[in-house]
């Protein structure tokens, strides 16, 4: 544990993130163009897969009111895509770029051929990417320059001034997890040539949203958003944050927050105008007070007879004979996961799966969740250029409306219309025709041409400004339009983004391919789909954000499939038949401390035998029926008040040699090693770098060989770090070579030789042929995106890889595996 004290050393120091620079991110990205023209495996190309029925999570949406049926839409990790026909056909536009994280889109009304992209997602999650700038296109997106603020990361809005295409104004968020100068407001009046930062307020808070008054382009309004800056917390607020307003272009700015909440507790801030008056300003803010309100609320119901402590003494019969809609109600007060529905928990109670007492168990870990988080959208209006503001509606919305991610929201948008129609983006999408009076939710079961709802989260609207009952709508789930503002919806299945965490695939012929994909599920689909043909055999297994995928290795019938934070289930495909087989710790003052995307195995030697990793490692021996901890505690134990769990397990894998050997690596960058079961644990990763660990690999060449991918994309780091020991974790070389400074998310051995490496990584894939001693590129044809997930499928021959924004991809690998000649030793 000596890391671990470290680690808290440097916190308590202020010291633990540095900032990156962007000179030597620069040269990464031009050695990562070098290696991918120079590479003897270039002609190689790669298949796209899908699936691409789920969509996967748009940022932004930009028309124009001259020809309605022309839009572009931003792919929070997917790049940059164009249509010319409403949505019938796609071309990307930003595919070979140093990023595929986009934040904001700016197009020009007089000239069609002037588009500006701001790189970097603002919507702030566990799976945002930093980007490198902002780019302009004089020619529709056929080709583009980096216009400079590199160093932004984030990028919330971009301003054309009406006047003069060649001004501009940046809004730029900053860093996500580190202080850094180049964040808040910038302005060009030379069409990017040359910028000057207008509004500053300090290196810890950038502005987030931004926009101008079309009558007198010289004001404009800014949302400043002051924030936490730690992996384990992705909200904050604080004095600094607020809106701010220039009349004379940016030369002064004002702070203007009379009526808004107390700015310590202001978190993110969005911002709309009206076109017609542009006096009149929404503004939808993430009130953090609102948790105390929360907790009143909390309090208050549990007045009603069905509560957290009435369940555990109850019987499954009773609980059976409780009210559907009064059971929902139970779950959604305290914040269960929207996974958690009245009908799926009576499947389970029936089956044996799952008894009161668990449920009792799994709300109180929600509501301790829900109770020290943000909950508190807001609407505000002003009637008077943002000097007074007053809330619109006459008390709290709904919790639904952010739950507990309001870092993750923030827009409004006003109809050109009418001053008194608005828009709130949210996890539902929501309409008022009364000024903010009162909402009511218009994408709720509402089904289109494309067969199915629309999805939660919503993030991006276009609304055409001379058919404003005509709206283009983006959310995690991809696309939708609507021509009556919003009574019902189109579902467009044909844009190629998805965002996969992870890849798997089963030995039938055709094989089927597996995927967990960021709020869309865990998906599966044959190796032969084509896309573009009739009918989509992808079919989703699984709902919420999918995380884990394995296939049962005796039955290709039976596959565990995991959502966020450990929700791990056993599904017969034959029947239909899921069993909620999440571990749980026998102590409930000290639940098990899930990741994200916590890391699950099925053993190779003992089908029956699974492993999950939580801030233990937990083992069952009868298909998940029943956990054990066979581990302590092996992570820093960084107990803190934050929305995302941190100190867990990220990283899992058995011997393929040996079934009592096992090694486990965390986010805070531990890494412990067994040999005998879990007897016996030692940390085997002092001299590391004390990073998220990504992936380990325990080789099937040579037991005590082992591989150790590490990211620092968390701690706004870019550098490499890929590892190999020898000697069960003795001693450690790196495998960076020749490879450009950039994260690693995982990495594979070749099934038949050990000298055959792969690693995918945030700008592509690449391969040694050499164990890692050197690497030459495989990006070729692939799209600039994360690369989080590979698997070898051994019979075919074939790559798989999972990018986190344009979905799965395939290249097959004869070429590659006949160069290098298996050894006939072993180290």
């Known amino acids: 544990m000596k890391k671990a004290r470290v680690l808290l050393i440097l916190l308590a120091l202020g010291s633990f993130f540095s900032p990156a620079v962007w000179a030597t991110r620069q040269e990464a990205l031009d050695k990562h163009l070098r290696l991918q023209q120079a590479s003897i495996f270039r002609h190689l190309q790669w298949e796209a897969l899908g699936p691409y029925f789920t969509g996967g999570r748009v940022s932004d949406i930009e028309g124009y009111a001259s020809r309605p049926y022309k839009f572009l839409v931003a792919s929070a990790s997917g790049g940059v895509w164009l249509t010319e026909n409403n949505g019938t056909t796609w071309t990307p536009i930003f595919d070979r770029e140093s990023t595929a994280s986009i934040g904001d889109i700016a197009v020009s009304q007089t000239d069609e051929n002037l588009v500006w992209v701001g790189t970097g997602e603002a919507n702030s999650s566990p799976n945002t990417y930093a980007g490198t700038g902002v780019f302009k296109s004089i020619d529709n997106g056929r080709s583009w320059k980096n216009q400079g603020l590199t160093d932004s990361h984030h990028i919330g809005r971009i301003i054309i001034d009406p006047r003069d295409n060649n001004t501009v104004y940046v809004a730029a968020l900053g860093h996500l997890y580190s202080v850094n100068e180049e964040r808040g407001v910038f302005k060009t009046t030379d069409g990017g040539k040359t910028w000057q930062k207008i509004l500053f307020i300090s290196p810890r808070t950038g502005v987030i949203d931004l926009v101008i008054d079309q009558k007198n382009p010289d004001t404009l309004y800014a949302a400043a958003w002051q924030r936490e800056r730690r992996p384990w917390n992705l909200t904050g607020g604080g004095q600094e944050s607020g809106i701010y307003k220039t009349t004379d272009g940016g030369k002064t700015w004002a702070k203007k927050i009379a009526g808004l909440p107390d700015s310590i507790y202001l978190g993110r801030i969005g911002l709309t105008i009206s ?382 040699l040996d079934p009592a050997f096992l090694c486990a690596g965390t986010d805070d960058g531990n890494l412990w090693l067994t040999q005998d079961s879990g007897e016996k644990w030692v940390e085997i990763g002092a001299v590391l770098p004390a990073k998220w660990i990504s992936r380990v690999v325990v080789s099937r060449f040579k037991k005590e060989r082992l591989y150790v991918t590490m990211t620092g994309h968390k701690e706004d780091d870019f550098k490499t770090y890929i590892f190999v020991s020898h000697d069960a974790g003795l001693n450690w070389e790196s495998l960076a070579a020749n490879l450009p400074d950039e994260p690693v998310n995982v990495i594979r051995e070749d099934p038949g030789n050990e000298s055959l490496l792969y690693i995918g990584t945030d700008l592509g894939v690449y391969v040694s042929l050499d164990m890692g001693h050197s690497w030459h590129s495989l990006k070729n044809n692939l799209p600039s995106s994360p690369v989080f997930d590979l698997q070898v499928q051994p019979r075919e021959r074939e790559l798989i890889i999972g990018t986190h924004g344009r979905g799965v991809f395939i290249l097959p690998l004869k070429t590659i595996q006949e160069i290098v000649r298996p050894p006939t030793t072993h180290d």
């Not at 001053?419 to 709130?424: A, E, G, M, P």
């Not at 919003?486 to 983004?497: D, H, R, T, V, Y």
């Not at 989509?536 to 919420?544: E, F, K, R, S």
Request: hydrophobic share 35%.
């Open 275 to 656: 076109p017609g008056n542009p006096q009149v300003l929404y503004a939808v803010v993430d009130n953090l007070q609102s948790r105390i309100l929360k907790k009143l609320e909390d309090k208050d119901a549990e007045k009603d007879e069905l509560t957290i402590e009435s369940l555990p003494g109850m019987s499954v019969k009773s609980l059976l004979e409780v009210n559907d809609i009064k059971l929902e109600r139970l779950l959604r007060r305290y914040g269960a996961p929207e996974l958690y529905e009245a009908q799926m928990l009576k499947r389970l109670l029936k089956q044996g799966q799952i008894t009161p007492g668990d449920v009792a168990r799994l709300l109180s870990e929600a509501r301790e969740k829900t109770q020290t988080m943000v909950l508190g959208a807001e609407v505000y209006r002003t009637d008077d250029g943002a000097q007074t503001w007053a809330r619109t509606h006459p008390g709290a919305l709904s919790s639904d409306i952010y739950k507990t991610y309001g870092f993750f929201f923030g827009q409004v948008r006003i109809s050109p219309e009418n001053d008194n129609i608005l828009y709130l983006l949210a996890i539902p999408l929501l309409q008022s025709v009364n000024g903010g009076r009162t909402f009511s939710e218009i994408s709720k079961s509402v089904r289109g041409l494309g067969g199915d709802e629309v999805h939660v989260d919503s993030h991006a609207l276009w609304i055409d400004p001379l058919q404003p009952n005509r709206m283009v709508l983006g959310t995690d789930g991809g696309i939708n339009i609507t021509y009556d503002r919003g009574a019902s919806w189109q579902k467009l299945e044909n844009l190629p983004i998805a965002q996969c965490y992870t890849v798997n695939y089963d030995l039938q012929n055709p094989y089927r391919i597996y995927s967990g994909l960021q709020d869309n599920g865990v998906v599966v689909g044959p190796r032969n789909y084509r896309f573009g043909a009739r009918g989509n055999p992808w079919v989703m297994i699984l709902g919420a954000d999918g995380a884990s995928v394995e296939v049962a290795n005796d039955n290709p019938a039976i596959i565990y499939a995991a959502s966020q934070f450990g929700n791990l289930f056993r599904l017969d495909l034959r029947q239909n038949r899921p069993f909620f087989i999440k571990p749980q710790s026998a102590d409930a003052d000290t639940p098990y401390r899930f990741n994200w995307l916590a890391p699950f195995i099925i053993s190779r030697h003992q089908p029956a035998t699974l492993y999950m990793g939580a801030n233990k490692v937990l083992k069952s021996i009868d298909q998940g029926d029943h956990w054990v901890s066979i581990s302590p505690d092996i992570t820093g134990q960084l107990h803190t008040d934050g929305n995302v769990p941190y100190a867990t397990i990220t990283a899992l894998a058995e011997s393929p």
